[in-house]
């Protein structure tokens, strides 16, 4: 900034200083010039150069000579030195360039800067001819412009240097003003880095700093769900692992206190036992899959595959499951459909909806699955005549754990990661999930997934 105001203030003043030297100049050369025209007429007409001699020129020559501080010579045909007001050189010869043109008639004058003086040299015709009968040279000096000009210098300097000064001190007010909401949004980041509790940023200096912290504090607000959802996971995740020890445990010490159980008994509470354990181990497999599908975000196996033949293979799987409950499962396909998916992954989405759409069906239901495709998607849906979501559940039922109504839950059995799995795979795909429900009527669960797939 300062920088910016500096150059243009020395360009200025250099361009006043040369053209005032310049104007200074060309008066004075001017003036001499006339003088000099007015005096060589007088010479001329006098027939000075012809041997006559007049006081009263010889004065006027002086009186040049004094006014501007310089010298003036009078040189004839010869180049004889006829007058010198200085004294010095009368009757020596003078060749220079200057004189040789006069006269050939042209009057020059020439400014030298570095030697700081004027020379005019003007051409003395007589009075009859229009021969160039001498010439009249006058170098006066320039100091008084030389002088002038260094005073004006130097009270540019001082201007300068008050200017730099104020400058400087505008500029650092300005900066500092400019840039302390920045080290204030950076200090209450790094307030909340420690720790976030509820410091949000309200920086509202500039639209800059509110676009900032508004972002900032959503960016927050985001970590702060992410914080929460991560620990509500570790403690729904302990607990549902430890309810299948505690009536491990229960059974086990039931068992140890009756010292002599019958077989029976023992039977029947191992049966319940193993039962636990299997329970157990299909939480532990859920989770696992859940792991591992967050940790593969960015390794997917894609390949090409055949959907019908997918949804086929899954659906022979689950066929017996749903044969126990008399549910018939039926597939509809509407056209071949070959996509760019990662096998495994797809497959564990579908497992778990047909997989729910029998769990929470009624005795003699079914379970309608279609595929569909267009150029771009392809759709798979997943219907049935079960029991069907509350609407105020659906919004719940793909996070982790979530199950609807606890205890008609705990009969059917599941962890509740079934379909927080399902809508990562789905969401991993750049697909969506979706579902419409009607409770006591069935549910339907719609997946669209790109026919290509766009990492
Ligand atoms: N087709 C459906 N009809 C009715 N309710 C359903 C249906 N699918 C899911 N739900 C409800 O949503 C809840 C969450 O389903 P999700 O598949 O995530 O878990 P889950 O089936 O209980 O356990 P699992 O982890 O073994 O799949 C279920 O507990 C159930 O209450
Ligand atoms: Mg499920």
């Keep these: 900034m300062v920088f910016l105001g500096i150059v243009p203030m020395t360009v200025v003043k250099a361009v006043i200083l040369n053209s005032y030297e310049k104007r200074a100049v ?231 206190a009756q010292a002599d159980a019958p077989v029976e008994l023992y039977q029947e509470f191992m049966g319940d036992l193993s039962e636990e354990i299997e329970r157990e181990n299909q939480i532990i497999n859920d989770l696992l899959s859940l792991v591992k599908m967050d940790k593969t975000a960015d390794t997917m196996n894609i390949r090409t595959e055949n959907i019908n033949a997918l949804v086929e293979k899954i659906l022979k799987r689950l066929r017996p499951i749903a044969a126990e409950r008399n549910v018939e499962v039926i597939f509809e396909s509407f056209r071949p459909v070959s996509a760019e998916v990662d096998e495994m992954k797809l497959s564990l989405a579908i497992t778990n909806l047909v997989e729910n759409a029998i769990k929470y069906n009624k005795n003699d239901g079914w379970v309608h699955v279609s595929l569909n495709a267009d150029h771009k998607l392809f759709y ?35 962890t509740g990661l079934g379909l927080s799995i399902a809508r990562n795979a789905i969401v991993m795909h750049r697909g969506a999930i979706k579902v419409f429900s009607q409770p006591g009527e069935g549910t339907t669960f719609t997946v669209r997934v790109p026919l290509t797939y766009v990492s």
């Design 380 to 414: 798979i849906e997943v219907a049935d005549s079960g029991i069907g979501i509350r609407p105020e559940e659906t919004e719940h039922i793909f996070e982790r754990f979530y199950r609807v109504d606890k205890s008609h839950s705990r009969e059917i059995g599941g």
């Design 26 to 256: 060309d008066v004075r050369t001017a003036e001499i010039q006339n003088q000099c025209t007015i005096l060589c007429n007088q010479l001329g007409d006098l027939g000075y150069l012809k041997g006559k001699t007049s006081e009263v020129v010889k004065s006027e020559l002086d009186q040049l000579s004094n006014i501007y501080d310089g010298r003036v010579m009078l040189i004839d045909r010869e180049f004889r030195i006829v007058e010198d007001t200085y004294g010095m050189d009368t009757g020596k010869t003078i060749v220079s360039g200057n004189v040789i043109r006069c006269f050939e008639g042209k009057g020059i004058s020439h400014y030298n800067a570095g030697n700081r003086y004027i020379e005019v040299t003007a051409p003395i015709t007589g009075a009859d001819s229009e021969k160039t009968e001498g010439v009249l040279l006058v170098s006066i000096s320039t100091d008084t412009i030389a002088d002038s000009l260094s005073v004006l210098r130097g009270k540019a300097r001082t201007v300068e240097i008050a200017a730099v000064l104020i400058l400087s001190i505008l500029a650092w007010a300005a900066g500092s003003g400019t840039v302390r909401p920045f080290h204030r949004i950076t200090r209450s980041i790094e307030a909340v880095t420690e720790g976030y509790d509820d410091n949000y940023l309200h920086e509202n200096a500039y639209t800059e700093t509110i676009l900032l912290s508004e972002a900032f504090n959503k960016m927050l607000g985001r970590l702060k769900v992410l914080d929460d959802s991560r620990q509500e996971f570790v403690s729904n995740v302990s607990h549902e692992l430890k309810t299948p020890l505690t009536s491990m445990k229960v059974l086990a010490d039931s068992l140890l």
